[in-house]
């Protein structure tokens, strides 16, 4: 049996090699550019997909570009857990606890409720929200894999990417100054930076643009809402199967998926002090990669005609979801100082 399957793993990975590498050079590119020009790697990773997107064709690439578009992307996802630790968690206090769990619940509530009143699916909204709320670009996809396949999956997740890559950006610009404008001091800002700002990144380059002590505060509370990505994934598995349910014939998912439990050991382990520091940070940058090559293999499987034609009416959720989430935050910091 052993003597079949070894070729069949050969065949499988000869297979795959095209499109993998070929997500793997994007990916790189994407990386340099980002490094040098400072825009979110993911958006250069879309749009440098985007422009290889002859290679989704029937051809050598296809395989390995739909496995990185899935397969490594849920890789990827489940090793964001080796950049968060509980004890960070339990050294913010509980008033940022509070402002990032009601900052994440109410904007993706909110989102769902007003995507269906523009006409969207409420899965869209808790798409788009969850992108918003979370992490940006790497909760998109995170919670895009969570999600049943659909004609329309690939199109939202890719304007979800292309809209909070850009509003994170914008973000960390435009919120430094408002902290400094509403008189915040180092902690403070610290917290409003990292509970509203979408990226991990820019959230980073914001707050130690202020000061070392902001941007230590940012971090750690922009990776608690890293942390939110496991009870949202389970809801929205939870959406999932109560719609597969109702539809006769319909496979039901599983009601945690396995990247998502991956995510969860990979944080207690990390947790625990057990791995040395160049383990999680070697894990934190290979989630990274996988990411970044998830995307661009996203980007190769879409044509840009598909994202021009989405309309103003997402654009306007994406920017009302910003905003609800920057004065919420604002009013909690208010009620909770």
């Excluded at 590498?21 to 879309?46: Q, R």
């Excluded at 002859?54 to 899935?70: H, M, V, Y």
């Excluded at 990417?161 to 915040?184: C, D, E, K, Q, R």
């Excluded at 991990?200 to 914001?206: F, R």
Aim: charged letters at 10%; proline letters at 4%; a positive charge.
């Amino acid at each position: 049996m052993t003597a079949f399957a070894l070729p069949a793993h050969a065949e499988r990975l000869r297979t795959l090699f095209p499109g993998v590498l070929a997500s793997a050079v994007v990916a790189a590119a994407a990386t340099f550019l980002s490094e040098h020009y400072g825009a979110p790697v993911m958006l250069f990773a879309l749009l440098l997909g985007m422009a290889m997107n002859f290679l989704s064709g029937d051809g050598a690439c296809k395989p390995g570009i739909e496995f990185s578009a899935r397969q490594v992307l849920r890789f990827g996802v489940a090793l964001l857990g080796l950049r968060i630790t509980l004890s960070q968690v339990v050294a913010l206090g509980w008033q940022p606890l509070v402002i990032v769990v009601l900052g994440v619940v109410l904007t993706i509530a909110v989102s769902m409720v007003v995507a269906r009143m523009m006409g969207f699916q409420s899965l869209f909204g808790l798409l788009s929200g969850g992108a918003t709320a979370i992490c940006g670009a790497s909760a998109a996809l995170a919670l895009a894999a969570s999600l049943p396949n659909h004609p329309l999956k690939e199109r939202a997740t890719l304007f979800t990417v292309v809209g909070v890559s850009a509003l994170s950006t914008l973000a960390m610009i435009v919120y430094p100054m408002l902290a400094h404008a509403l008189g915040l001091d180092e902690q403070t800002a610290g917290v409003f930076l990292g509970a509203t700002i979408h990226d991990v990144a820019q959230v980073v380059g914001a707050g130690y643009a202020m000061s070392q002590k902001t941007g230590d505060v940012a971090t750690l509370v922009k990776l608690l809402r890293v942390a939110m990505l496991v009870p949202v994934i389970v809801f929205a598995a939870m959406l999932v199967r109560k719609r597969s349910a109702a539809e006769p014939g319909s496979k039901r998912p599983p009601l945690l998926p396995g990247f998502a439990v991956g995510f969860v050991v990979l944080m207690l382990v990390n947790s625990s002090g057990w791995l040395p520091a160049a383990v999680s940070q070697g894990g934190s940058e290979l989630s990274r990669w996988c990411l970044v090559a998830a995307i661009a293999a996203i980007g190769m499987k879409t044509q840009l005609k598909d994202v021009i034609t989405v309309g103003l009416k997402p654009v306007l959720l994406m920017v009302g979801e910003t905003v609800f989430l920057v004065v919420l935050v604002l009013a909690l910091l208010h009620w909770l100082h």
